[in-house]
């Protein structure tokens, strides 16, 4: 799949969700017009106590 990702079936988390805390997941490409840095901006001015950030992606060097 050229521009997408495998992911395994029936796979579950293995851990609680606290709900207190906000839980982010972005996927994708890791550049600078992706936005992840924007994300991050984002939820440091948001304020929030608990967060949970997780970035998934192939890092476009050529655009760091």
């Known amino acids: 799949v050229p521009?997408?990702?495998w992911a395994q079936s029936g796979v579950t988390a293995q851990h609680?969700?606290?709900p207190d805390e906000l839980s982010l997941t972005?996927?994708?490409?890791?550049?600078?017009h992706k936005?992840?840095?924007v994300l991050v901006e984002a939820l440091r001015l948001a304020g929030l106590r608990r967060v949970r950030l997780s970035?998934?992606?192939r890092v476009d060097h050529a655009a760091v």
């Open 55 to 57: 970035l998934w992606g």
């Open 26 to 32: 972005m996927l994708g490409t890791i550049a600078p």
């Open 35 to 37: 936005g992840a840095l």
């Open 3 to 5: 521009y997408g990702t």
């Open 16 to 18: 609680v969700q606290d």
